[in-house]
């Protein structure tokens, strides 16, 4: 492409300067056309949505609160706690402190299990790289947007919160809609 | 404490006695100036932006605007993460042209490792930066019609806008500072079903831009607050640095993507909105042209929309396939090491300019061989451009002010960083 | 043998011409090019290299194949290639062949963050796998010890464990057992790895093979952080980094110094730091209040401990010990001299030589440094068993000798674990090293019809004694060393332990030591000298911060002039006798007798003892290690500094500032009208270091700055001339009195193991090590006796009886038995089979280590 661009690849804009008898025409003719076109839009229908009651759905890859995951057969942790996803955090709001499984008490499934887990959420920024860093699939964000509270300690979020099935509380968007 | 105080010092110095002193010399000792303060929180300043405006009656003399109400370090920030972990820093700069701020980074990032961004990467990039620009051009136009009075525009445009963000939202997971743009590409393939969703906001798109027209465009009021208002020629502007919509409406057709073309803007066609006077309309029409521009170049991005991988598959930078690291132990080691430490980057600096909403964007980052970089900093536009409020303003109505300001579209997220 | 000197040669790397010493290995040449060859197996520290994993391969101009960059030395014009494709591939293909077999254990190893596998992976390996079968499997995972986990699956097999356990520490246990892929690294009998300096195969293992049990997921590299510090838990006070998470430590790493610790730990040092974050530390102060000692406020405590000192007066005395920093030192002799008024201030429970012989033993020209050891033609280790009294020197010791040829010659009353290593070792009788010095003075002034009649005093003899002079002399053994030294001087070491000065005669084997060393003319050499082990930690620093009955800070004259100063080794009878009535023990220990005798006892410790529960009056918590500030001296006399790593625990607060706060209590007692009368003009830690540095001639012009990492050896300055002078002989020697006549009974020697200490038995993960009383005897001695291997015994001598269990060791000279204990003094005692116990079975003691 060369440059300068050729006129074909410009368009010009510009407009008549106001008032005069074109102003005077404006003032009646275009302020008209400017009622049609908002008259107009009464019959395209309601565009909000009535927030609380009605809850904007999500589409899949929406990145809300995370959620930590088990395994559905054993009913063991995935979380190993090996701490990719606080060194992956760009805010610095995992913390993860790891212990040891025994064979009598056994968390997860592997050597080590998350003792601690904790998410403060008030400092999360919901980029998802801690979903991306996560080698087992242990983490991940659900569709929960509605995360307000009224005290910033109760937005820390401990392994157990995490684990917890969140209150289907915001809906996933169906298929097509 | 000293350093405050010292800022406040050279707050209060700000006065604009020469002025006074001239009045007086012209024997005109009744009349008086008066500083007027406006902002930071204000509507009429998008952000927080503070304007010390001198007024002679209702006539404006004299302007400071004063920024840092929202100084966030990022690039500072940076410097003290992996770069991988810097992108979804930088992107909160400029928090209308987020995927613009990423790529700036990221395109700064791969020219000095050097890395070759696949075809489909570059497309799916350019689709989500016009859609972007589209996105940042309606919550300009709403809120600067807003300071025209004209209530209902701010509706529509946030309509439309809500539509981008729900692609937003359905591509990469989130409708702000999205972090889709990665080194070496986009984090994700589109889903199924956006193509369709993308198409159909293309095909309506235009429609609504013709209704934004009729409401605008050609009405007298919109027309005397801004035909002929604060002109400013090309010369002058391109002294003050200003880019972007500002200079194409001064009739100077700058446009990176025209002129050094990246990340394949080469292979669309598309034109460029050019003013004639370089007033408050031209500068309102010309971004108004340049939404259709930019849904022309989303469908010709899905119509010519390559096969093949959407990030590079070079291993030492871009993260393995997930699938991988169940059972290769490269893989899961070259995981750990990206996510924990991340790449490395040759020592050297790059300038990397974009064309954003906004005008120039680039992006300068130095690397000393280390994984995190040495310094990031971002020319952002909306600064430059900033500078030109008081000379296009001096000697306009304090009404006009606020119609110019709404037309610089400045973003005090870029300006403050 | 003395260093080597240093040719420096120009080769080519990767295009580049770097200068560098011959023969260096082309890995490490190359750095100095700044170019880095990967590598796993090779680690200088460990010796030769052995070439084992093949990651560094380069191509040299001129030899056909690739070779190994780590065992090849650079010689004069060489061009070496470590960027071309061959080199590429063939560093690939190394990788992954390491990969292979390599567990996918990332996300669960403790390794993962600061593994070599992963970053020469990262940064060297091709980045896909091919490899899609089963990998090797072993069991998992398993103690190698209580200490080390392993993991046999992740294991590279590139040897370091091994060579560290044959040839560095020459533990001899661990092997590589099996061939080929089934290879694994293990103990050669399957017993746990327990040795002193088993923890550096954590550190040296280039994989997550080897890790800390008691690390084990405790965080991650980048949860963490390093704290550079001094460990004080032995006089050989390497330097660590303490790895730092929430404020608590949970491991600690070398710091590598070459002057210090060549890069090595010992278990203790690596370990020992969990006694910093256990529930019995005292972290509060305490004072006693109807028979028992209860938490106060600090106020309170220093109340009651100043209004103490300060109503004693000259009737109390102070005694400092363990690792009490130099400026804790010079504030202690401040507060006894300046506020309290008493002259009874010592470091040294043993006692010790006078101003003059500690002036003469620890002038500059006469001190060698830690890597003279491995240089020295000859090194005479004496009265000192290094592995338990300085353990990293023990090491230094076991290098030269391998390595650069060492002769060694070992004098000790107990068999000593360098005898293998030893040209000459030589038993002496338990409390005879006087004598043995005399005789050793003599042989080599050869006098030698005193030297029968001094031999036998010690309890040894003329061959014997021959050996070591033939070995110091550089004759061969048996070869009829004379008395002459007609070869000229000699890089000589004498490592000699305190113990051989303390005691009432330490003054006489002091003198002894002296003649010794000028008889071999150490002094003024360069690489020669003496080297000393003080019994407490920073014992040396003490001494030269003025904690001595005799000598204020530098050695200098004493304040108080000639009024007669009790020192360490009299205070119990200056209890005893009512001529003192209060004590101030500064992380000292004393027995419980000595603290029964004083009226007021204020100790600052970390851990309360049962003397302390039952005697002390008040207790004031002191810091770790990992908490302190201030600076340390080195028995070679390196200044080094010690930086906090973790805030205090609990209440504890800066030993500085409550010897300040003491000192400006005590003053304003004695001098109500002067309200800052006693004020020590101590605000911050550096403004105690300061006042040290202006206070010791020696140190003078010191900095913290200076002081930075890596220390700084004073006799090295120029201010060392500001050492005081003092006569170092040669000196008429008096006949020592002769050894301890058996009759029957058997001579008694002590000695304090490496595992003794609070902080290893306060340590959960080294509770395992802390040493069962046992008494080491001659099989012969012990069938004399009808006891054996595991007996219970009673051991005693004058009433004083302490039970333990038999340990046989050959080495042990018939008629004497050692015993691990500072209760007991040297002299005859008997050994008697303890009536049976009821209640469980005794322990086995055969897991002690010996």
């Known amino acids: 492409m060369a440059w300068p661009p050729t006129p074909q690849e410009l368009i010009t804009v510009s407009a008549p300067s106001p008032g005069g008898a074109g102003g005077a025409y404006r003032a009646f003719g275009e302020t008209l056309r400017g009622l049609k076109t908002t008259m107009a839009r009464v019959f395209e229908g309601i565009h909000t949505i009535q927030y609380p009651e009605e809850k904007v759905p999500v589409y899949p890859r929406f990145r809300g609160r995370h959620r930590l995951h088990r395994f559905e057969d054993t009913g063991l942790e995935k979380c190993v706690g090996c701490s990719l996803c606080a060194a992956a955090c760009p805010a610095d709001c995992i913390r993860v402190v790891a212990a040891e499984n025994t064979p009598e008490h056994r968390i997860s499934a592997g050597e080590r299990y998350a003792a601690v887990y904790e998410i403060n959420l008030s400092r999360c920024i919901f980029c998802g790289y801690c979903e991306v860093a996560c080698p087992f699939d242990a983490i991940t964000m659900g569709q929960d947007y509605e995360m307000s509270d009224y005290s910033r300690s109760d937005l820390i979020f401990t392994k157990e919160m995490l684990l917890a099935e969140p209150l289907d509380r915001t809906p996933l968007r169906a298929e097509g809609e | 404490m000293s350093s405050i105080s010292e800022y406040r010092a050279q707050e209060e110095s700000i006065t604009m006695a020469p002025l006074g002193e001239q009045i007086a010399e012209q024997g005109e000792e009744d009349r008086e100036l008066m500083t007027l303060n406006i902002g930071p929180h204000h509507p009429a300043t998008h952000g927080v932006l503070r304007l010390l405006v001198t007024l002679d009656g209702e006539v404006v003399r004299d302007l400071k605007p004063i920024i840092g109400y929202v100084h966030t370090g990022i690039e500072k920030t940076a410097e003290d993460k992996s770069y991988w972990k810097a992108i979804p820093v930088v992107e909160r700069m400029d928090y209308l042209a987020y995927y613009f701020n990423a790529f700036a980074f990221c395109g700064a990032t791969e020219t000095l490792l050097g890395v070759e961004v696949p075809k489909r990467a570059q497309y799916l990039r350019v689709l989500h930066l016009e859609l972007n620009r589209i996105m940042s051009h309606l919550v300009w136009l709403g809120t600067s019609a807003l300071d025209l009075g004209a209530m209902s525009m701010f509706w529509y445009c946030f309509r439309e806008r809500e539509a981008v963000l729900d692609l937003f939202e359905m591509s990469s997971g989130q409708r702000m500072h999205t972090r889709y743009i990665q080194v070496g590409g986009v984090i994700e393939d589109i889903p199924a079903g956006f193509e369709e969703r993308v198409r159909a906001f293309c095909a309506q798109m235009p429609t609504r831009v013709d209704q934004y027209n ?54 669309f066609d598309f034109a460029i909105p050019v003013g004639t006077e370089g007033d408050n309309y031209d500068r309102f029409a010309v971004r108004l042209a340049e939404i259709k521009e930019s849904v022309k170049i989303v469908e010709q991005c899905l119509d010519g929309l390559p096969e093949g991988p959407y990030i590079t598959d070079d291993r030492k930078v871009a993260l393995p396939p997930r699938h991988e690291l169940a059972t290769s132990m490269e893989a899961l080691i070259h995981h750990f090491k990206l996510v924990t430490e991340g790449f490395r980057v040759p020592p050297g600096e790059v300038y990397y300019p974009i064309e954003s909403p906004r005008g120039e964007l680039g992006c300068f980052v130095r690397s000393d061989g280390s994984s995190k970089p040495a310094r990031v900093h971002m020319r952002d536009p909306s600064f430059v451009n900033l500078q030109a409020t008081a000379p296009m303003t001096k000697d306009a109505y304090l009404a006009d002010l606020i119609a110019t300001l709404a037309m610089l579209d400045p973003v005090l997220g870029g300006i403050d960083r | 043998m003395p260093r080597p000197e240093i040719h420096m040669i120009t080769f080519t790397v990767d295009g580049r011409e770097v200068r560098a010493p011959e023969n260096a290995m082309l890995v490490d040449a190359a750095k100095l090019g700044d170019v880095e060859i990967p590598v796993f197996c090779y680690e200088p520290k460990l010796g030769q290299p052995v070439g084992a994993c093949r990651m560094c391969l380069v191509e040299i101009e001129g030899i056909p194949k690739l070779q190994t960059g780590c065992s090849t030395p650079v010689k004069d014009g060489m061009v070496v290639i470590t960027q071309s494709e061959r ?514 006892v204020i100790a600052h410790a970390a851990f309360l003892t049962d003397a302390l529960r039952a005697h002390a009056t008040v207790v004031l918590p002191a810091e770790s290690y990992a908490e302190k500030e201030g600076t340390v001296t080195h028995p070679d006399g390196r200044v080094q500094r010690l930086r906090p790593a973790i805030g205090r625990q609990g209440g504890v607060r800066p030993g500085w500032q409550v010897l300040a706060d003491l000192m400006a209590r005590v003053g304003a007692t004695q001098d109500p009208a002067d309200p800052g009368a006693g004020d020590p003009r101590v605000l911050t830690g550096p403004m105690a270091s300061r006042q040290l540095f202006e206070a010791v001639p020696v140190y003078a012009g010191l900095t913290l700055e200076e002081l930075g990492g890596r220390g700084v050896r004073w006799p090295a300055r120029e201010q060392a001339a500001a050492w005081p002078r003092a006569d170092a002989g040669p000196f008429g020697l008096e006949v020592p009195p002769g050894p301890v006549k058996a009759n029957g009974d058997l001579r008694l020697g002590t000695f304090r193991s490496i595992w003794a200490g609070p902080e290893v038995g306060h340590s959960p993960a080294l509770r395992f090590l802390v040493p069962k009383p046992r008494v080491e005897m001659a099989p012969a001695d012990a069938q004399r006796r009808n006891v054996t291997q595991g007996d219970h015994v009673t051991v005693g001598h004058n009433g004083a009886a302490l039970h333990a269990t038999v340990v046989l060791r050959d080495a042990v000279p018939r008629g004497t038995v050692f015993v691990e204990t500072d209760a007991l003094r040297a002299g005859p005692v008997d050994v008697r089979k303890a009536p049976p116990r009821a209640g469980p079975p005794a322990p086995d003691p055969a897991e002690a280590p010996s």
């Not at chain 3, 195969?201 to 280039?206: A, G, Q, S, T």
């Not at chain 3, 040294?348 to 101003?355: D, F, I, K, Q, V």
């Not at chain 3, 290098?399 to 002769?407: A, M, P, S």
């Not at chain 3, 304040?559 to 000292?588: F, K, V, Y």
């Open chain 3, 87 to 600: 080199v590429k591939e063939a560093q690939e293909a190394i990788v992954e062949f390491l990969l292979v077999n390599h567990p996918l254990d990332c996300p669960v190893c403790d390794k993962g963050g600061e593994c070599p596998l992963q970053d020469i992976s990262f940064g060297w390996g091709g980045g896909r796998s091919r490899f899609i079968e089963p990998k090797r499997h072993f069991e998992k995972p398993l103690a190698l010890s209580p200490l080390i986990a392993i993991d046999r699956e992740r294991c590279i097999l590139c040897y370091r464990c091994v060579r560290f356990s044959q040839e560095i520490s020459e533990d001899y246990q661990l092997i590589l057992a099996e061939r080929s892929a089934d290879t694994y690294v293990s103990t050669f009998d399957g017993h746990p790895y327990v040795a002193p300096f088993s923890g550096n195969i954590i550190e040296l293992c280039p994989v997550g093979a080897l890790t800390s049990q008691p690390y084990r997921f405790r965080a991650r590299p980048w949860d963490i952080e390093g704290a550079g510090s001094v460990c004080t838990l032995c006089p050989a006070q390497c330097n660590v980094e303490l790895t730092v998470r929430d404020e608590r430590v949970l491991r600690v790493l070398a710091r590598q110094h070459p002057g210090v610790d060549d890069g090595w730990l010992c278990d203790k040092g690596r370990f020992a730091y969990q006694s910093v974050h256990v529930d019995e530390r005292i972290t509060r102060p305490m004072v006693r209040e109807g028979g028992e000692l209860r938490p106060v406020s600090w106020e309170r405590a220093l109340d009651e401990a100043a209004g103490a000192l300060g109503r004693a007066g000259a009737q109390s005395a102070v005694l400092a010990g363990g690792g009490a920093t130099n400026e804790e030192g010079y504030l202690l002799q401040r507060l006894a001299r300046e506020a309290v008024g008493t002259p009874h201030v010592d470091s040294r429970a043993g006692g010790g030589p006078g101003r003059e012989l500690a002036a003469a033993l620890g002038a500059p020209a006469l001190q060698a440094t830690v890597p003279d050891l491995e240089h020295a033609h000859a090194v005479l280790v004496l009265e000192t068993e290094p592995v338990d009294d300085m353990p990293i020197v023990d090491l230094r010791i076991r290098k030269g000798v391998r390595r650069n040829r060492v002769r060694l010659a070992v004098a000790t009353p107990r068999p000593s674990s360098l005898d293998r290593n030893a040209d000459v070792s030589v038993r002496y009788a338990p409390g005879c090293g006087e004598a043995f010095v005399a005789a050793l003075s003599a042989m080599l002034g050869g006098e030698g019809k005193n030297v029968d009649e001094l031999a036998s005093s010690a309890g040894t003899t003329v061959e014997a004694l021959r050996g070591v002079t033939g070995v110091l002399r550089g004759v061969e053994v048996g070869e009829g060393a004379t008395g002459s030294d007609e070869a000229g001087p000699r890089d000589i070491v004498i490592l000699w332990g305190e113990r051989l000065t303390q005691g009432r005669r330490g003054a006489a084997a002091a003198r002894g030591l002296l003649n010794v060393a000028a008889r071999l003319r150490l002094g003024g050499r360069e690489g020669a000298g003496l080297l000393e082990v003080p019994v407490a930690a920073n014992g040396r620093g003490l001494r030269e911060a003025g904690v001595l009955h005799d000598a204020g800070p530098g050695l200098s004259e004493p304040p108080h002039g000639e009024m007669a100063a009790i020192d360490g080794l009299e205070l119990p009878d200056g209890l005893a006798r009512g001529d003192l009535t209060t004590l101030l023990l500064w992380d000292a220990e004393v027995d419980a007798a000595t603290l029964a005798a004083a009226g007021t």
């Open chain 2, 214 to 267: 009729d409401l605008l465009d050609r009405n007298e009021i919109v027309l005397r607050r801004l035909r002929h208002v604060c002109p400013m020629g090309a010369d002058e502007l391109l002294a003050l640095g200003v880019t972007g919509p500002l200079l194409r409406a001064a009739g100077n057709p700058w446009d990176l993507r025209k002129a050094m073309p990246y990340s394949s803007y080469e292979d």
